[in-house]
């Protein structure tokens, strides 16, 4: 899409213009389907890597400009977040050494990247969710400033008709307001591509739909967001949500999100899909139209089919159709966006060895494999793998009910073996690769859950903040040696760093599990709360959770002091006691900011306030962390 002209704000004629545009595209392939243009009897893979650039504090950097500026390499490409990038990795014949060449192109691709970056001041981290992203990361500020960016966020926020309500529940439970798409910009993938010819569309991407669910569950890499622990693979609720255009309003009325595995299995073309994702959902955005692609199919030549190109890039299956050009010839291609980015390369190429390998195999043993599953079983399949990882039970062919790790270990390793072997594929590579995922089966360590035993090794120590730098140093030290995940160590708390990556801003260590309480609450309960939850302030809220006071032990002793205690038989109220509109701080703020405005104001405590909205709170104790470590370091030197 061209970045120049992409626009959202369209007219009528404009929107008409496109439809009309549109449809011709999807007239056009259709003729290539029936005259037999495109391209067939051809295997070719590819991948998109997508990326997070990372500061020395661990943090997302956003400078995603700066470094492609110093890269200056047209593979390399713009994400939603200035910190993200993607880089396009080359077609590949599907055969002979194809998985070990893109493993070593994918390894000086990322060194290139990698060089550019730190030469800005950063460095490149693959992994499905950043663990150290915040909220405050996704301002609109932190947006790529490209028209095609902020056209999709007009034209999304334009459907929707308010702020994203995102609600994600796992271990721990994920309830978050956004005004923006920007909660996409959280998500990073390895999305790997296989060419299919035009007749056998069909029945292969249907192949790749029924293996979506145990592909997905043995490859999971992001089970954290926001510090909150939610599905093995929360990249799938969240970018579902995201994009989300429907409203609450919607529960009487059946409609599909533009985030969706689909809705059935394909009978007989991809014209199919295109044909039910025009008719789903409107369009958000477009460009200027080409040149009719009937002119160019009559002088034998492959249309570029713009429109449909555009469209199709707003609709995302996870499991997308798509069409391109190559050296002058039109063809189609399976995208596979089921995968995280990482843990290492080598998982990568083990994950898309293992989804090429059954596609082959399956497609095999099956004509159609919509007679041996139910396309509702495949869906279901899918959705409890990114809920619950290897830990899943899947409906497999004919209804039978089969754990993923006996599923993935007994039958689909072998299955990916004989179809590697069957396309041609060197044994040594499918020796390296689908002993990856043996291994990581086995012991059921995926990326995923390698996260989570490292938070319980680190439950003890340190703050959230710290355990999340502790993860992303971890996982960016551990790609460097190039060892694959389920052999890796678990994140120690050390790897964090020292203060100045832990404490650089508020929001990195205050408390945010609170207690609180009412204005026309009784002191009494303050008084147990104090003593109960052994803290010395207790923030005062109304019920949209806005900040109206704060009460402190010092008041509760002055209180006892005077004797007003028992004055009342039902008790003062908080708010006669209470601080009103009392001091504040944002996430945001740096630590040296708040402490100095504890100091100026001669408070102990600072309650963290984000939109008019209670947050978090800091007191003296959390700047004793610092003061120690300051110490210690002194005492060293």
């Known amino acids: 899409m061209s970045e120049r002209t992409a626009s959202s704000k369209l007219t009528g004629e404009q929107l008409r213009r496109f439809m009309r545009d549109l449809l011709n595209d999807l007239r056009a392939l259709e003729t290539m389907l029936e005259e037999g243009r495109i391209e067939s009897g051809v295997r070719r893979i590819g991948a998109e890597q997508e990326m997070f650039l990372i500061d020395s504090s661990w943090r997302p950097a956003p400078k995603a400009l700066e470094v492609l500026e110093k890269i200056d390499d047209g593979r390399f490409t713009t994400e939603l977040g200035l910190f993200n990038l993607e880089v396009n990795l080359d ?52 947006m790529t400033p490209m028209p095609r960016y902020h056209a999709l966020n007009d034209a999304m926020n334009a459907l929707r008709g308010g702020a994203y309500d995102f609600h994600i529940r796992g271990i721990d439970e994920l309830i978050v307001r956004h005004d923006s798409v920007m909660l996409e910009a959280c998500n990073a993938s390895f999305q790997v591509h296989f060419q299919v010819g035009g007749s056998e569309f069909a029945r292969l991407y249907n192949i790749a739909q029924a293996v979506a669910g145990p592909v997905l569950a043995v490859s999971t890499f992001s089970p954290l967001l926001f510090g909150r622990r939610l599905w093995r693979e929360t990249r799938i609720a969240l970018f579902q949500q995201s994009v989300d255009t429907r409203s609450s309003q919607d529960h009487l009325r059946e409609r599909s999100p533009r985030v969706s595995f689909g809705r059935s299995w394909v009978d007989r073309s991809v014209v199919e899909l295109y044909k039910e994702d025009i008719a789903r959902f409107r369009a958000l955005i477009a460009t200027e139209p080409e040149e009719d692609p009937f002119l160019r199919l009559a002088r034998g030549e492959a249309p570029e089919l713009k429109a449909l190109r555009l469209h199709n890039g707003t609709v995302y299956r996870w499991n997308r159709p798509c069409y391109g050009v190559m050296d002058g010839v039109p063809h189609l291609r399976i995208e596979n966006r089921v995968f995280p980015a990482g843990p290492t390369n080598r998982d990568e190429i083990a994950n898309a060895a293992l989804w090429y390998g059954l596609i082959a195999e399956l497609a095999n043993e099956h004509e159609d494999i919509g007679q041996v599953m139910m396309f509702e079983h495949a869906l279901e399949n899918f959705e409890t793998a990114a809920r619950h990882g290897l830990g899943a039970e899947f409906t497999w062919l004919g209804g039978e009910q089969i754990r993923a790790q006996k599923l993935i270990l007994e039958r689909l390793i072998p299955c990916a073996r004989r179809g590697l072997q069957r396309s041609g594929i060197d044994a040594e590579d499918i020796d390296r690769y689908l002993g990856v995922i043996e291994g990581r089966v086995s012991s059921r360590m995926t990326g995923s859950r390698w996260v989570l035993a490292s938070l319980d090794a680190m439950k003890d120590g340190g703050t959230a903040g710290e355990r999340a730098n502790a993860l992303t140093a971890a996982i960016f030290n551990r790609q460097q040696e190039a060892v694959p995940a389920h052999e890796w160590p678990c994140a120690r708390l050390e790897e964090a760093g020292g203060w100045k990556n832990n404490y650089l801003k508020v929001e990195q260590y205050m408390t945010t599990d609170l207690y609180t309480v009412h204005g026309d609450e009784p002191i009494d309960l303050v008084a147990n709360l104090m003593q109960w939850q052994k803290i010395r302030h207790v923030p005062v809220e109304d019920n949209q959770h806005r900040l109206i006071g704060l009460v402190s032990y010092r008041h509760l002793l002055r209180l006892l002091a005077s004797g007003a205690l028992a004055d009342r038989e039902s008790g003062i109220p908080v708010s006669e006691i209470m601080t009103k509109d009392p001091v504040t701080a944002y996430p945001e703020m740096s630590t040296l900011e708040a402490t100095q405005l504890m100091k100026e104001k001669k408070v102990a405590c600072l309650p963290v306030v984000k939109d008019g909205r209670l947050v978090g709170i800091v007191t003296e104790r959390d700047f004793m962390v610092i003061a120690r470590e300051l110490l210690e370091q002194r005492l060293r030197e």
């Open 91 to 142: 077609p590949l014949k599907f055969g002979g050494d194809c998985l070990s060449r893109m493993e070593r192109q994918l390894d000086e691709l990322l060194e290139k990247g990698r060089q550019a970056a730190r030469a800005v001041g950063a460095d490149i981290l693959l992994v499905g969710i950043l663990p150290t992203l915040r909220k405050s990361d996704l301002e609109i500020e932190n």
